[in-house]
């Protein structure tokens, strides 16, 4: 109950903290890291064999996936993108398969399996540990739709009076189910969260968007596995899974409530950076506040003459000045020079 208040009280509401979010650039940027470690998180915990450094510089990049490694984030990470704008749909086999198919193109051995329960006709699935002892041999195939159909039936249910389950008890519940029922034959572990994280932005939970559950369970996979296990050795009580996600949720707003404040801090920390310059122009001041303020932003030399209304070299040597004490970073698109704000500086630290 401590755990759910503690949610509730952050992942509907507001963020406790010194001072508020600085502007939608910098919110942007906080849900385009957890989209990022969501889905590199997730990933490796079925197996994606990558480094975390390799997976974000492909998601930044923009680069199309070529490994399976890489098609595995992609695919985690464009699904946790479209989850929102799901949110307003009622769950149903096409959703649950639209999700999957979402998840899994191009990185299933049979791509005919990709956003369609198991059949008959496939492989029967049996969950092993790393040293192949068998731990979970999920419902046959045949049972699939029909369990299928029930935890949609549940999902689907409003609140019964005399009997409300809270929005995050039932979306852990959720995610247990559904891979209890294992529907799809790869995948199943991924959709499952993707499940949870569905449920959750439906009931308004907005700050679930923001956070990594996966990169808590990849610190601890035998942790997140016994959760499984126990619950269904001991006739499916999902008190052990219950608990140990409530756990989870709540390290996981507390990492994001340091990574903002953290990032809050180094805001503050520029002005004082910038005492440390003080050969700077008001232009180049100016726009390292800008950049500071726009950490996405990119600037070409052609834009500062314009804003600033000085000549083409002033603006030149404005930018590659500041290149020059990397508090800016020259990088090449197509036949264009544009400059970034140094990581260095965004951390506080310059050089």
């Not at 990492?255 to 404040?261: D, E, S, T």
Request: charged share 25%; hydrophobic share 40%.
């Amino acid at each position: 109950m401590e755990n759910l208040h503690f949610i509730d009280s952050f992942a509907g509401g507001q963020i406790a903290l010194d001072e508020p979010v600085p502007n939608k650039e910098l919110k942007e940027k906080y849900l385009m890291r957890s989209l990022i470690e969501e889905a590199i998180s997730s990933s490796l915990l079925e197996g994606a064999a990558t480094t975390r450094k390799k997976a974000k510089e492909l998601l930044i990049s923009g680069k199309k996936p070529v490994s399976h490694a890489e098609k595995m984030i992609f695919n985690n990470y464009t699904t946790v993108k479209k989850l929102s704008s799901f949110k307003d749909r009622p769950l149903s086999i096409e959703l649950l398969n639209s999700i999957h198919r979402s998840i899994t193109e191009g990185t299933l051995k049979d791509p005919e399996t990709s956003g369609r329960f198991r059949t008959s006709d496939d492989e029967p699935i049996v969950v092993q540990d790393f040293q192949g002892n068998t731990l979970f041999e999920p419902p046959p195939a045949g049972e699939v739709e029909p369990m299928a159909l029930a935890l949609i039936e549940f999902a689907n249910q409003n609140q019964v009076p005399g009997e409300f389950i809270h929005p995050v008890i039932k979306a852990i519940i959720l995610h247990f189910w559904l891979a209890y029922i294992h529907p799809f034959v790869d995948g199943n572990g991924r959709t499952a969260r993707a499940l949870f994280y569905w449920h959750l932005l439906k009931n308004n939970y907005w700050l679930m968007e923001y956070l990594s559950i996966s990169s808590i369970f990849l610190k601890a996979p035998v942790q997140y596995a016994r959760s499984f296990l126990y619950s269904e050795i001991d006739d499916r009580d999902l008190t052990y899974f219950i608990v140990y996600n409530l756990r989870v949720i709540r390290t996981a707003i507390d990492n994001l409530k340091f990574y903002i404040a953290r990032k809050q801090k180094e805001v503050r920390l520029f002005d004082e950076n910038l005492r440390g310059y003080p050969e700077l122009n008001s232009r180049q001041s100016a726009l390292l506040k800008h950049a500071c303020r726009h950490p996405n932003f990119f600037y070409s030399i052609k834009n500062h003459q314009i804003r600033h209304g000085v000549t083409y070299q002033t603006a030149r040597t404005d930018l590659l000045d500041l290149a020059k004490k990397k508090l800016m970073e020259k990088i090449k698109k197509g036949k264009t020079f544009y400059f970034i704000l140094s990581k260095n500086f965004e951390r506080g630290v310059a050089e």
